[in-house]
């Protein structure tokens, strides 16, 4: 069965969802075939003819939707020719089924229905007044032709009572397209917004690194997933910071957080995580690495960080950091390693700066 519909309706969800608005318009038309043929609304030649013109539509429209991408035939443009279709089965229905032709007028209603899933309210109200139109013109015709059984009258009023239903129903269905296209543009602003939220909740927005937030819960996961496994968290502060913002101004210091951020980032291995943690401070934490790996990845990002050079702005002296490494130990909280990890960061400061001790 999945087969066979994989076969018929394709992989394609939008196509998919084409081939089933198809298989509920085929499923329509073959139930009005179905009781034209068991109440006798029309001679069986005339029913005949109607179902194979209604078979022929269908199939020529699976055929359409499913060479579409071929074709590059707009939705709006397959509604329109699966609308006027409809209508004409319509007109055809009308004219065979004698006293039985007001129920047919029902079909018109559901083609408009159909086809404001694809078509923008303007679209629709042309569909309905070719709708109107064409059953207009079947109705003169046969009171003109065949007063007796098409009474001037009755034809009139039952037109009349067509366009007023007809046209009702569509403007509520398109006052229904613009309700939802309303509401899958609300969706989208706030599909947006969620993940600018997100962003926000994860992100510094000076350096687009991780925020402290984001680095604590990710520390969170990772003391879960790796509790066996060896891993090392520096501390890196940039040296001489507060200067840089007392002699060039705060907007070089930001200038300086984001070149930096920028350098360190460049040396990163796959899995690494910086984080800005605070200020001119920042959280590096290493996964399945061990000490001498870790100093290695320290000395490619102070090499990056000292070629740091800002346009607007004459440095005294290149930008450095001082850094705290530690290696957790075993199943330690990772807290604590921070903790040593902070510890060494003051000696690499109290040692002169510009450099890395481990503890």
């Known amino acids: 069965m999945e087969r066979a519909a994989r076969l018929l309706f394709g992989d394609d969800p ?13 499923l329509l038309y073959t139930m009005f075939v179905a009781l034209f043929y068991w109440n006798g609304a029309a001679a069986r030649s005339e029913i005949d003819a109607l179902a194979l013109y209604n078979v022929g539509g269908l199939a020529a429209f699976y055929l359409l939707v499913r060479a579409n991408r071929r074709l590059k035939l707009a ?48 679209q629709t109200l042309l569909l309905a007044f070719f709708g109107l139109t064409g059953m207009g013109a079947t109705m003169w015709w046969h009171q003109a032709q065949d007063p007796l059984h098409y009474p001037p009258a ?9 366009a ?16 939802r296209t309303r509401l899958k543009a609300q969706k989208l602003e706030l599909v947006k917004a969620l993940a600018t939220i997100r962003t926000l909740a994860t992100i510094d927005d000076l350096t687009a690194l991780a925020n402290r937030r984001h680095m604590n819960e990710v520390l969170v996961m990772e003391q879960r997933r790796r509790a066996a496994l060896p891993a090392c968290i520096a501390l890196l ?24 951020a920028d350098a360190a980032r460049a040396e990163l291995r796959a899995g690494d995580t910086l984080a800005r943690w605070g200020g001119e401070e920042f959280l590096l934490l290493l996964p399945d690495t061990r000490a001498p790996d870790a ?26 950091f001082s850094a705290g490494l530690c290696a957790r130990r075993g199943d330690e909280a990772f807290a604590d390693t921070i903790k040593r990890a902070d510890k060494a960061l003051y000696q690499a400061k109290a040692a002169g700066r510009d450099r890395v001790v481990e503890d």
């Not at 050079?309 to 930008?319: G, I, N, W």
């Open 164 to 179: 007023a239903c007809s046209l009702s129903v569509t403007f509520l269905t398109g006052e229904m397209t613009k309700l």
């Open 14 to 26: 939008k196509l998919h969802r084409m081939l089933q608005y198809w298989a509920a318009t085929a």
């Open 154 to 162: 009755v034809e009139s009023m039952t037109f009349l009572l067509m």
């Open 75 to 122: 939705p709006t443009t397959l509604a329109v020719i699966q609308g006027v279709f409809g209508i004409t089965c319509n007109m055809w229905a009308y004219s065979i089924t004698g006293p039985m032709r007001g129920a047919t007028l029902m079909g018109l209603m559901v083609v408009v229905v159909f086809c404001t899933f694809a078509l923008r309210p303007r």
């Open 237 to 260: 502060d940039i040296d001489f910071f507060k200067g840089i913002n007392d002699r060039h101004g705060h907007a070089a210091g930001d200038a300086v957080l984001r070149a930096f």
């Open 295 to 320: 100093h290695a990845v320290l000395a490619r990002i102070r090499a990056r960080v000292a070629g740091i050079a800002l346009p607007d702005a004459s440095l005294a002296r290149p930008v450095s």
